[in-house]
């Protein structure tokens, strides 16, 4: 099968970042919006000390949903506050997205689900944001997962297209997690191995981006990127 990272030609458009700058929320000279200053709903997202992490979320309602085990009723709807800190970059991007981030994880831990998401055809204005979210625990034990889900655009309105559980789905400090696009496939990695994709056709066009899980206590500060970077193609 083709490696899906390989494309035909030079990217439409790129960017990345060393995240030197210390922003709450991130902006980089324009180039980011975010879930809560311009989402309204969700949460932004803070660089600092050459990272970026998640801001303050509302901590209200813990995650519980079917695909982590802690709902029973495999149907209902997940509960939790769903407000992820979110940041995506503004502008037109070409619709085949390739993004690379370099992972820092310190004193990962169980009793939290601390995750690092790369988005890929996204979008934020107020009380909506929508796009693909391909993100992994930041844990390497049997209860470490990657997934790939679609947000629909209202808070807490996703729906999960892959997920894989285990050591090898998690991520630790200095890892290299990467997302594709291409047409309707989704494809996830980690350190240059594909681990997980999805298809799915329901949004053409859209922003790359970051973001983090909601519900994470005080260890945002703990989990992020040291780094990113996207290249996109028509």
Known sequence: MTDPRVFT???VRSYETDF??????????GMWVNGLTDGLDWADVVTEHGGAHGGRVKMGVAERRAEQGNLEDADAAPLGDYDDPTAVLTGSWGPNQHARGVVFSRNPTEDYY????LR????ITPHSCTGYEVFWRCLKTENAYAEIVRWNGPIAGFTSLARATG???GVQDRDVVEATIVGSRITSFINGK???SATDDAFANGSPGIGFNFGCGDTYVDHGFSSYAVDTYD
């Open 194 to 196: 594909e681990v997980l």
């Open 120 to 123: 890929l055809r996204s979008s």
């Open 167 to 169: 050591p090898e789905f």
């Open 20 to 29: 030197d700058q210390t922003e709450t929320p991130i902006s980089e000279s």
């Open 114 to 117: 601390q995750e690092v998401e």
């Open 9 to 11: 030609g030079a990217p």
